[in-house]
């Protein structure tokens, strides 16, 4: 484990999947981030590595944990001993340049006309190019953007804490469309991905 904040861009550096991990307030457990480049599931090792978990959630690139003070040392040589034994390769998925403004309902419809979508017809992911940093908000615990695009539409992230996204200025992202009803309002999001510092 890495417990460095630069988590996200060593993960892309060295393209090895990394955690951050910060013992609890309660001297328990600790807590920690996960971030891994293309060919790691997040979800599946966290899967493998149940049993020295309390918690664990996230999605293919990216996820959240909690193991106990006790196990933390058998989890760390379990989790790299699991990442040693996969080939990663870097590759970024094909996309579709997006504005903010075209996170649309209209949009949203537009491409669910072309589904069902499978392994063998994949919905199509989106790029966001600059975004800027200081314009993202977050959660109330700052892991996870939460940005509000006028009345009807957000940009989602799971697990992309603000203390490793704020590093950059300009950041690209990568997502897809869906739909989320809360309290009988119903916001078209942009899922994000994947997030990389935008180039110069």
Same mark, same amino acid.
């Given at each position: 484990?890495? /417990?460095? *904040?630069?988590? #996200?861009?060593?993960?892309?550096?060295?393209?090895?999947?990394?955690?951050?991990?910060?013992?609890?307030?309660?001297? +328990?457990?600790?807590?920690?981030?996960?971030?891994?480049? *293309?060919?790691?599931?997040?979800?599946?090792?966290?899967?493998? $590595?149940?049993?020295?978990? $309390?918690?664990?959630? @996230?999605?293919?690139?990216?996820?959240?944990?909690?193991?106990?003070? +006790? #196990?933390?040392?058998?989890?760390?040589?379990?989790?790299?001993?699991?990442?040693?034994?996969?080939?990663?390769?870097?590759?970024?998925?094909?996309?579709?340049?997006?504005?903010?403004?075209?996170?649309?309902? +209209?949009?949203?419809?537009?491409?669910?006309?072309?589904? %069902?979508? @499978? +392994?063998?017809?994949?919905? %199509?992911?989106?790029?966001?190019? &600059?975004?800027?940093?200081?314009? #993202?908000?977050?959660? &109330?615990?700052?892991?996870?953007?939460?940005?509000?695009?006028? /009345?009807?539409?957000?940009?989602?992230?799971?697990?992309? %804490?603000?203390?490793?996204?704020?590093?950059?200025?300009?950041?690209?992202?990568? =997502?897809?469309? &869906? #739909?989320?009803?809360?309290? =009988?309002?119903?916001?078209?999001?942009?899922?994000?991905?994947?997030?990389?510092?935008?180039?110069?």
């Amino acid at each position: 484990m890495i /417990q460095v *904040k630069r988590q #996200l861009s060593l993960a892309k550096k060295y393209l090895k999947p990394t955690i951050i991990f910060a013992l609890d307030a309660s001297g +328990e457990y600790y807590k920690g981030s996960c971030r891994a480049p *293309k060919g790691f599931n997040v979800v599946d090792a966290f899967n493998k $590595l149940d049993k020295y978990m $309390l918690t664990a959630g @996230g999605h293919e690139s990216a996820g959240g944990c909690s193991v106990k003070k +006790e #196990l933390f040392d058998e989890f760390k040589e379990a989790f790299i001993e699991l990442a040693a034994q996969t080939e990663i390769k870097e590759e970024r998925p094909q996309t579709i340049d997006l504005y903010l403004n075209e996170i649309t309902r +209209e949009n949203y419809d537009l491409i669910q006309s072309f589904s %069902p979508f @499978g +392994e063998m017809w994949q919905s %199509p992911k989106f790029k966001l190019s &600059r975004i800027r940093t200081q314009s #993202l908000m977050y959660s &109330r615990d700052t892991q996870h953007i939460l940005t509000s695009i006028g /009345q009807a539409a957000r940009l989602t992230g799971f697990y992309f %804490p603000k203390s490793e996204i704020s590093q950059y200025q300009f950041v690209d992202m990568i =997502g897809t469309f &869906r #739909l989320s009803t809360y309290y =009988g309002k119903t916001t078209v999001e942009f899922l994000i991905s994947d997030i990389y510092q935008s180039e110069k």
